[in-house]
């Protein structure tokens, strides 16, 4: 049972304009179910909920989405938008709950984000910039973000270089990024322009998150290694993700 973190934001829809709804892409559901695992959506509730929501899960998925409140990693706003405060507040309990858990976790884009925050570490606020490898939020031609990928570079001997080898091409759908990361973790993947892609937890604790969004790739290998690892973290205490 893998439980995935969602928001709350307004829709449109044929009941009224602006409803209140906690929201996912089905595109993560989708992964899970293809593979063969249950999944539940874990909209933000209250945060002494965390500890028992994951003591009933088997993994965890750290969903995309807005900007995490530079407030939570002490900074001044200065490009963060979407801000929902009592997400940051759910999703960084979730995390830390799921470390002392020890139950499997996968962050996925705002979700490395989070893990960065929960820990003590820092996020660059906006990393589009010309000359790099990350692309404008209008690409030149109008042309979808998906459609810009760009080249990853993993450390030999981390999880990621096991499941990808040195280097694979991802897509970028994202303007902020970690900036310091916590000891928690180990920065295992990066771009050529040297921005963090990836973390690893640095101990037994199996948790790993990437900066792009492979629910929106043909790839299933992370949601795969995810479904191995929750499915043996009880009889495998020491495999890192």
């Not at 409803?19 to 539940?40: C, H, N, Q």
Request: some cysteine; glycine content about 10%.
């Amino acid at each position: 049972m893998i439980g995935i973190s969602a928001w709350r934001r307004p829709v449109d829809w044929m009941l009224g304009r602006g409803e209140p709804m906690y929201t996912l892409t089905t595109d993560y559901v989708a992964k899970l179910v293809d593979l063969g695992s249950p999944a539940v959506i874990l909209p933000p509730s209250p945060l002494h909920h965390a500890a028992e929501v994951v003591g009933r899960l088997d993994g965890l998925i750290i969903s995309g989405g807005g900007d995490v409140d530079p407030a939570s990693y002490g900074a001044t706003n200065t490009d963060s938008a979407g801000i929902d405060a009592e997400r940051d507040a759910w999703e960084i309990e979730l995390v830390k709950e799921a470390e002392r858990q020890r139950v499997p976790v996968l962050g996925i884009c705002r979700g490395l984000q989070v893990m960065t925050v929960a820990f003590g570490g820092s996020l660059h606020q906006h990393i589009w910039n010309p000359g790099t490898d990350h692309p404008p939020l209008t690409p030149a031609g109008g042309g979808p973000l998906m459609d810009h990928p760009h080249p990853v570079e993993f450390d030999e001997g981390s999880a990621l270089y096991e499941l990808f080898g040195p280097r694979t091409t991802v897509n970028s759908y994202h303007h902020q990024a970690a900036d310091r990361v916590p000891a928690r973790f180990a920065a295992t993947g990066r771009a050529p322009d040297g921005t963090v892609e990836a973390i690893e937890s640095v101990d037994d604790w199996q948790a790993m998150a990437v900066q792009w969004h492979p629910e929106r790739a043909d790839d299933v290998r992370l949601f795969e290694e995810l479904i191995a690892r929750s499915g043996n973290r009880a009889v495998v205490p020491g495999r890192r993700l």
